[in-house]
């Protein structure tokens, strides 16, 4: 029995490639592959896109199309406002300009963390260690491209090479 790829079903260690749009609850498309023109090339069962979307495509094979709504918890995690704090302005230090947007590592008692800065009113600075996406329900509309074996450099760095993946 021949077992052609085009019949390939994702499992473990398969470098997937897919087109997705994503859009949240209000139906704001917040990310696409389609305008990019590329797909995105991942390696299954190694965590390189959200658990909620990756175990939706397990058992799949090229040409399927799904749609996924991924919860916070299989996404990226559930909004903590805890994370949202007001700190002074001098507690940026060496930093000239603020401004909404900025991004920045702050050692936290869980370790270091990506803060964002999300609104600054006179001296007080609010910034935000959630991710942008945390709390919301993460709508995929996907469609598979191509499913081929990883080799085993892909699979010793965890993340697929090649034109759709890491370049080095
Ligand atoms: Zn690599």
Known sequence: MTVHESSMQISQDMVVSIHYTLTNNAGETIDSSVGRGEPLAYLHGHGNIVPGLENA??????????????????????????LVQQVPREAFEGVEHLETGMQFQADTGAGPRLFTITAIEG??????????????????????????????????????????????
């Open 57 to 82: 495509l397990t058992g799949k094979a090229i040409g399927d199309k799904l749609d996924v709504a991924v919860k916070p918890e299989e996404g990226y995690g559930e909004h903590y406002a805890e």
């Open 123 to 168: 001296d007080q600075v609010t910034v935000d260690g959630n991710h942008p996406l945390a709390g919301e329900v993460l709508n995929f509309a996907v469609e598979i491209t191509a499913v081929r074996t990883a080799s085993e450099e892909e699979l010793a760095h965890g993340h697929v090479h090649g034109p759709e993946g890491h370049d080095h």
